[in-house]
């Protein structure tokens, strides 16, 4: 009598394999998800602490931190150095070796702006606190860029000219100019503080999320109206920044196109710089990898996460010249006004 051996079929092991693969598609969704919503939670704690550090700055000088600040230089080709609102917030973030090694420089006056000296702001860089883990595959530095900084301080609905020092924004921040909460009238609780920004880092150049438009058709895009960023990105012919100048990856860096946002298009929607470089103003859109949304921190310390479909206005419409009135952008815009004196706020 022969012995049996028990042993599976072919037919069995492919129905087995089926099963696993079958099972594996259907868990790999919900572990993703959950992976995800732990990023996202720490970004928002990221934020949390940006706005913690910034009530502790200023409840120390009485002031809020300039978005660019301007310092002396003796070996700097300008005379003076544009540094970001991260590089001010540094001791509040417990960040005292990067912030004394900057002082240093500052003291001795031979601080240069961060393109003309990327070493020293990438070893200076604190790893991990201004960097959304969603938003980065790594905080290394790419070409001569010095840093990751996935967060912007928020400029309000002010679009034309906010790169210049006699321009006042309508936002809480206003370049190379350190506000006070007083100033904040519609009430720092009804008022954006920080926004996430996508970097460009992530996907490269043309990554639509991340990448900034500078060219389309062939001609400079200088449209201060929202909707035309949008549209010009819809375009066939359109020119995005060079890797050097990707946006997000100058922590140090002060102008509005490295370490400011505005409150005009909804998040998530595309950005755009005018002039063809980053020395100019443009519609610098909030934005994250997030699904659906990215996160504010509001005056008060408060962490929103706002969605890509809140109501953003007209975007037809160029702006508003004054300080004070409503923002012709929606609930968007008006949660960038410090001073816009709008009803809708106290829905928010």
Not at 62 to 87: C, F
Not at 121 to 144: E, H, K, M, Q
Not at 230 to 251: C, F, H, K, M, Y
Request: hydrophobic share 40%; proline share 6%; with cysteine.
């Amino acid at each position: 009598m022969k012995a049996r051996h028990n042993a599976f079929t072919l037919i069995e092991v492919l129905v087995v394999i089926g099963i696993i693969g079958v099972l594996v598609a259907i868990a790999l969704p919900a572990v993703q998800a959950a992976r995800e919503a732990a990023r996202r939670m720490q970004c928002s704690s990221i934020l949390k602490n940006i706005s913690l550090a910034t009530a502790n700055y200023q409840s120390a000088f009485r002031v809020y931190p300039a978005p660019r600040r301007s310092v002396v230089s003796r070996v700097d080709d300008n005379g003076e150095v544009g540094l970001s609102w991260a590089t001010a917030i540094l001791p509040q973030l417990e960040a005292e070796a990067s912030a004394f090694r900057l002082q240093a420089k500052v003291n001795r006056g031979t601080v240069r702006d961060p393109w003309l000296d990327p070493l020293f702001y990438r070893t200076i860089y604190p790893a991990g606190v201004f960097a959304c883990p969603s938003d980065v595959t790594s905080a290394s530095s790419v070409f001569d860029n010095t840093g990751q900084l996935s967060y912007r301080a928020s400029l309000g609905d002010t679009i034309e000219d906010h790169h210049l020092p006699t321009t006042k924004s309508r936002g809480m921040f206003t370049d190379n100019r350190s506000p006070r909460p007083a100033e904040v009238t519609d009430g720092l609780s009804n008022t954006i503080q920080f926004m996430e920004m996508a970097s460009g880092r992530h996907a490269g150049p043309s990554d639509r999320m991340g990448g900034m438009l500078l060219v389309s058709d062939g001609v400079l895009y200088r449209s201060p109206k929202p909707n035309d960023c949008r549209s010009a990105w819809d375009g066939e012919n359109i020119v995005v920044q060079p890797a050097a100048e990707l946006t997000g990856t100058r922590w140090a860096d002060g102008r509005p196109y490295y370490a400011s946002a505005a409150t005009a298009l909804p998040p998530c929607a595309p950005k755009c710089a005018s002039g063809g470089g980053d020395f100019q103003w443009g519609v610098y859109t909030a934005g994250s990898r997030h699904p659906g949304g990215a996160h504010v921190a509001m005056g008060d310390g408060a962490i929103r996460f706002v969605t890509s479909s809140i109501d953003a206005g007209d975007g037809t419409v160029d702006g508003v010249s004054t300080l004070t009135g409503p923002s012709p952008y929606g609930t968007w815009g008006q949660m960038g006004t410090k001073a816009g004196q709008e009803v809708a706020k106290e829905s928010f």
